[in-house]
Nanobody
Framework: EVQLQASGGGLVQAGGSLRLSCATSGFTFDDYVIRWFRQVPGKEFEGVSC????????WYADSVKGRFTISSDSAKNTVYLQMNSLKPEDTAVYYCARDLGCSGAAPHYWGQGTLVTVSS
């Protein structure tokens, strides 16, 4: 069974940092990319970042470039999203998802969300 579990969210002041984790199981980790999305209630999902462990492809949304860093640990089948210099507009529920590539339609497998709240 394919499973993705996001964790690490919380409440942080503007300028602070959080590290999200996406623990995966049930599939060959290096055969897929892991994408991070976020959603503010009432708004559309926004792609945040993506990583392909097999070929090193990394993508960031312009809104997070220079502040967020995505990484992966194939031994632990886990992807991390280090979020620095957080802004109130980063407040959202963050989701990780499995996909075949870093672009395209919505992935089929998603983890549960983890809430990030950035106070001003």
């Amino acid at each position: 069974e394919v499973q993705l579990q996001a964790s690490g969210g919380g409440l942080v002041q503007a300028g602070g940092s959080l590290r999200l984790s996406c623990a995966t199981s049930g599939f060959t980790f290096d055969d897929y990319v892991i994408r991070w999305f976020r959603q503010v209630p009432g708004k559309e999902f926004e792609g945040v970042s993506c990583i392909s462990s097999s070929d090193g492809i990394i993508w960031y949304a312009d809104s997070v470039k220079g502040r967020f860093t995505i990484s992966s640990d194939s031994a632990k089948n886990t992807v991390y999203l280090q979020m620095n210099s957080l802004k109130p507009e980063d407040t959202a529920v963050y989701y990780c998802a499995r996909d075949l590539g870093c672009s395209g339609a919505a992935p089929h497998y998603w983890g549960q969300g983890t809430l990030v709240t950035v106070s001003s």
